[in-house]
Nanobody, 125 residues
Framework: DVQVAESGGGSVEAGGSLSVSCAASGVALSGCCMSWYRQAQGNEREGVALIVPIGAAIYANSVKGRFTFSRDDAQNAVYLQMDTLKPEDSSMYYC???????????????????WGQGTQVIVSS
């Protein structure tokens, strides 16, 4: 049984930093493209960043230069370091695993095989 679980998050003032983690069981994340998504209440789920097996990452314009996506295949986990946070970064953050490019670009939610339950990030002004 595959499980993907996020942890971390929390509350911070604007300009601060938080990190979120994603660990998996039942599936090896090495060799997988992984993504972080976020969804604020009333909004659609949006792609934040993608990381490929060799560790390179791409970011949504809204977070570029502030967020850093990394992976540790030995731990079967990925991490998102979020710096210089803004109130508009407040969202539920989700980890998505098993990206299949045949199903669409990385920002396509249906292109992923596995999802976590999410972890809340709140940034106050």
């Amino acid at each position: 049984d595959v499980q993907v679980a996020e942890s971390g998050g929390g509350s911070v003032e604007a300009g601060g930093s938080l990190s979120v983690s994603c660990a998996a069981s039942g599936v090896a994340l090495s060799g997988c493209c992984m993504s972080w998504y976020r969804q604020a209440q009333g909004n659609e789920r949006e792609g934040v960043a993608l990381i490929v097996p060799i560790g390179a990452a791409i970011y949504a314009n809204s977070v570029k230069g502030r967020f850093t996506f990394s992976r540790d295949d030995a731990q079967n986990a990925v991490y998102l370091q979020m710096d210089t946070l803004k109130p508009e970064d407040s969202s539920m953050y989700y980890c998505a695993a098993g990206y299949d490019s045949r199903r669409g670009p990385w920002t396509t939610t249906s292109a992923y095989n596995y999802w976590g339950q999410g972890t809340q990030v709140i940034v106050s002004s």
